[in-house]
């Protein structure tokens, strides 16, 4: 009777926030944690049904790990908080090639790699501003971490003025995924509320 007369939907369906680079990934802030699909795999196990929807209880869920964080106080893996779907280029590729991609995307630092798929380099709006060639001619060195780093070492790297991102690779230099500085801002807010609650606590 409260939803028909407040007019609201039941259940209410929150709308998620898209991600601004067009990519599969989640936004930062909701990459540490539970997924979406934790909650499906959750409520099939319990084999419950629950007046509430999956989005809003997601958010409650959310709240709920807050809390627990500050009590666990874990530290955060650059595996944790790193993008997955990650847009890369070819040594091989042409600059305009290169820059489409950044455009489109909305990105300040594209990954190269090379035949094999191993990373070799990466390149910026700043490197293929005047470029005419193919991008392996241009590429500056990319800065890389191990997946199992913590992610709050990464801090000096992406403050030096210099680099917009850190890719995150394999033994054999294959890509796993990539953190830029908005990554590691919220992550650096997420440890803030969690020491912030835990000291309020």
């Not at 926030?17 to 540490?32: F, I, K, L, Q």
């Not at 709920?64 to 280029?89: F, G, H, K």
């Not at 060195?141 to 690779?169: C, E, Q």
């Amino acid at each position: 009777i409260f939803h028909v007369l407040s007019r609201r939907n039941y259940p209410h369906f929150h709308v998620a926030a898209a991600n601004s680079h067009g990519t599969a990934d989640r936004r930062p802030v909701e990459r540490v944690g539970f997924w979406p699909e934790d909650v499906d795999a959750a409520l099939s196990a319990l084999d419950e049904t629950f007046d509430i929807g999956r989005d809003d209880l997601e958010r409650l869920l959310r709240q709920v790990e807050l809390q627990a964080a500050a009590r666990s106080q874990r530290t955060l893996l650059c595996q944790d908080i790193m993008s997955r779907d990650v847009v890369s280029a070819s040594e091989n590729a042409s600059a305009d090639e290169a820059r489409k991609q950044l455009l489109d995307h909305n990105i300040r630092t594209l990954p190269v790699t090379d035949a094999e798929g191993r990373l070799v380099g990466a390149v910026g709006l700043r490197e293929l501003t005047k470029a005419t060639d193919t991008v392996k001619g241009m590429m500056s060195k990319a800065d890389t971490a191990s997946p199992d780093k913590p992610a709050m070492r990464l801090l000096p790297v992406l403050t030096d003025g210099r680099s917009h991102a850190v890719v995150i690779v394999d033994a054999e230099r294959r890509i796993l995924g990539l953190i830029t500085q908005t990554d590691l801002l919220a992550a650096a807010a997420r440890v803030h509320m969690a020491d912030t609650t835990l000291s309020a606590a």
